[in-house]
Structure formats: C-alpha cells, structure tokens
C-alpha cells in the first residue's frame, strides 16, 4: 500500500529562525495536503497542492510540490512561537488520505 | 458553520463497558471519517462513511462498531475494548469522498480503557 514519510521527525528552532519539513511518497500522488496540530488539538487543513511543480504562498509559509508528484516540502521562514505544532503531510490513495509520520515543531522563543 | 462536534471530549472506561463516541456536521458534508491516532503518531483510518454507507473498514477489530444515522451524524460504538485501544478518536468529515477533499476534523474524543 502507499506509505508517505516525513523527516525530520522533530525540530528545534529559535524563533526568527527558518524550518522546513519534507514529504516522501511510495507512490505517485494525485495531490497532497498539508496540515497542522497544535499540542492537545486537531489536525487542521492548511493547503493542497495539486500540480507538478506546483508552488504556494500563505504568508510566512510556503510549499512545494515535487515534479515527479512524489515529494513535497513544507518550508516556514522566520518562524514564530505560534508555528508550534506537528505538520503533516497526507496523500490520497483512492479515496482515502494516508498521512505521513509528521514533523513536530519546537520553538524557542 | 465549519464546525465537526465530538462528545464526550474525554471518557474512561473499563474492558467490560460499551459505550459511545458521538460526530456531528452540520456543512452538508456527505463523507464522514473515523480515525484513532495515539500520542506522537499521526492519524489512522478505520472507517469511511460515504452518502451513508460504509465505504472503508480498515480491517477494524469487530470491538469497534460505526453507525451513521444520517448525513449529519455518525456514531463510534464501543465494547469490550482493550488497554491498548486508550487514543485520541478523530471524528472528520469532508465534501463527497473524493480524492481532492478536504477534510474536517472535529477536536476528538481521548479514550482511556482500564
């Protein structure tokens, strides 16, 4: 079955600096998604990436969707003490969404 | 409303109980998600309801019985579980099923089996 991997596992930061978390694929993806968990909270949708190549903005965040639709990258700059959280990357197989191991984001401020 | 409920946000029980998780949606979502994530993993798929049917029973142990009374709803009976099924249970629901939902999840229920 697909399986989708992220590293690293955990990350620490200081705040102000940049993080990037990475998304590995077994399989071609039709699209991923992104989203975040605070400590104690849900996962919450952030973003999908649909295309090739594909690259998105959301203020401090950006994302990236890998040619072969096979990877995807997460990447923060200057992060901040409400980055905190773990982001998980997710791919559908059919019809069902099989998240990565995700990346647990520390920052100190 | 973007709103998934989920009660009780927390629930004790012991190996012999059976009890309830309850969702709720009012977005007019027609696919509906039961997950289990335990501590530092991320979430894992048991069942998918689609226009409510099952459509995905991730080769669930029969101790964890799904119900969807209607659009809106969908239910997580439980009974005779084990010590090990102690999780977060993630209510989530989504458009229609297909491959580029979204998908919403409520804040949880965390299981604790004695």
């Known amino acids: 079955g697909q399986q989708v991997m992220q590293i690293p596992q955990y990350q620490h930061v200081q705040e102000g600096e940049d993080f990037t978390t990475y998304c590995n694929s077994s399989?071609?993806?039709?699209?991923i998604q992104w989203y975040k968990q605070r400590p104690g909270g849900h996962p919450v949708f952030l973003i999908q990436?649909?295309?090739?190549?594909e690259v998105k903005k959301q203020k401090r965040l950006t994302f990236q969707f890998g040619e072969a639709k096979k990877n995807s990258s997460l990447h923060i700059t200057a992060t901040q003490t409400t980055d905190v959280g773990t982001y998980f990357c997710?791919?559908?197989?059919?019809?069902?969404?099989?998240f990565g191991g995700g990346t647990r984001l520390m920052v100190k401020p | 409303d973007t709103e998934v409920t989920q009660t009780p946000k927390h629930l004790v029980m012991g190996m012999t109980n059976k009890k309830s998780l309850k969702c709720e949606q009012h977005?007019?979502?027609?696919?509906m998600y039961w997950y289990k994530q335990k501590a530092k993993k991320p979430p894992e798929l048991m069942f998918v309801?689609?226009?409510?049917?099952?459509?995905i029973n991730e080769s669930v142990p029969s101790r964890f019985s799904p119900e969807c009374p209607n659009s809106s709803l969908l239910n997580l009976h439980l009974h005779a579980l084990q010590p090990e099924d102690s999780a977060l249970y993630l209510c989530?629901?989504?458009?229609?099923?297909?491959?580029?939902?979204?998908?919403?999840f409520g804040p949880g229920t965390r299981l604790t089996v004695l």
């Open positions: 997710a791919g559908y197989a059919g019809n069902m969404l099989t």
């Open positions: 989530a629901s989504s458009q229609r099923g297909g491959y580029t939902d979204t998908q919403y």
């Open positions: 990436l649909v295309k090739s190549g």
């Open positions: 399989t071609t993806l039709s699209n």
């Open positions: 977005m007019g979502h027609r696919a």
């Open positions: 309801y689609s226009y409510e049917k099952l459509s």
